[in-house]
């Protein structure tokens, strides 16, 4: 009976695992220079095998790479068919990183993607 939950354990756990695994590539785009305390554009490409990935939630959350200034949330919306766009306001310049968040239908993946902004007038 306990090889039994055993296996049924190990099936539940290989099904979830296998669930979540995606061949997505994003490309995040950002620009480096910045006007602080204004919107600026961020953009997320996905793509699996080369074709564009349409019907994403995308959520990315960016902070400080090396200071603590809170952390600045955006979800982002499709654009075009594998494009996801938004605005965030960047409170300084500096070292950032965003953690993208992409679902779809149970599927998930996380990126991080380190950039550097530099502030204009």
């Known amino acids: 009976m306990k090889q ?4 049924a354990v190990v099936i539940t756990i290989l099904s979830i695992v296998g669930c979540s695994s995606v061949n997505w590539e994003a490309q995040v785009d950002i620009p480096s220079r910045v006007k602080i305390g204004d919107s600026t554009p961020i953009k997320v490409s996905v ?3 080369g074709q564009p990935v349409s019907g994403l939630e995308i959520k990315t959350m960016l902070e400080m790479k090396r200071m603590d200034h809170g952390n600045e949330q955006v979800t982002l919306k499709e654009q075009e068919k594998g494009v996801y766009t938004g605005m965030v306001k960047l409170p300084m310049e ?4 965003a953690n ?11 990126i991080s993607y380190e950039f550097k902004t530099e502030g204009v007038q």
């Open 100 to 110: 993208v968040e992409m679902n779809k239908e149970g599927k998930k993946k996380e």
């Open 94 to 97: 500096g070292e950032w990183v």
């Open 4 to 7: 039994i939950s055993l296996i």
């Open 47 to 49: 793509k699996e095998n």
